[in-house]
């Protein structure tokens, strides 16, 4: 794919900040509905969108809210570098040899020293999150934030991530980022869902307070 063709900023941007509908592309993208719309057809026909439905959503007919799209595995996986089978097949070797534990942890703590400047440890922890999220897009993983259920988590949310093929073989990737991201933070998160798991989107939940303990 090439990334200066409209076809495929439609699919970054569904990517980055799907579900998102026609309506919001077209806005986002500063082109026709029309030509969205012609955009949409052919990613569905390639099997790298999907129309989101949330759970329990059952309205048809003239009540039906407007379609939303996500991108598919496949739709990431054409986001990807070309390269990806042949570091794919070294993460194997890796593991075969015993030192895919320790290149993966360097490979995290790159990623941590290259972002954790740009996150000021002494702002609050809103911000924080705001800033590792900037970071992270400016490297290619598409990142966002949106509040968690009931006010009192933020969801970090990255629609791409640049190495999803070696993920979806190396699980142990995505656990040593997210460790990198606790460490970033000083906080605990929690993973919710991998792109390399089969999801559409990266999710890892962070609480903006500490839960007070109970006194007795």
């Not at 799907?18 to 390639?46: K, M, N, Q, W, Y």
């Not at 991108?71 to 890796?94: F, H």
């Not at 999803?164 to 933070?185: D, K, M």
Request: hydrophobic fraction near 40%.
């Amino acid at each position: 794919m090439h990334a200066d063709t409209t076809r495929d900023r439609v699919l970054s941007l569904i990517a980055t900040a799907g579900p998102i509908t026609a309506a919001a592309l077209a806005t986002e993208l500063g082109v026709t509905p029309a030509g969205v719309r012609r955009h949409l057809s052919s990613l569905e026909d390639s099997g790298y969108i999907v129309d989101h439905e949330p759970p329990g959503q059952q309205v048809r007919g003239r009540g039906r809210p407007a379609r939303s799209f996500v991108a598919t595995n496949e739709g990431q996986r054409a986001l990807a570098s070309a390269y990806r089978d042949v570091a794919v097949d070294a993460m194997s070797a890796l593991r075969d040899s015993g030192g895919l534990e320790a290149f993966v942890e360097a490979k995290a703590k790159e990623l941590e020293d290259a972002v954790s400047s740009c996150v000021d440890p002494d702002a609050p922890l809103a911000r924080k999150v705001d800033d590792l999220a900037a970071a992270l897009g400016e490297r290619g993983f598409a990142a966002s934030v949106r509040p968690g259920p009931g006010g009192i988590t933020v969801q970090l949310c990255q629609g791409h991530c640049p190495v999803q093929s070696i993920a979806e073989r190396t699980p142990e990737w995505c656990e040593a980022e997210a460790r990198a991201f606790s460490r970033i933070l000083d906080v605990h998160v929690q993973r919710l869902s991998t792109l390399a798991g089969g999801a559409h989107v990266c999710t890892t939940t962070i609480p903006l307070a500490t839960p007070t303990r109970k006194e007795g």
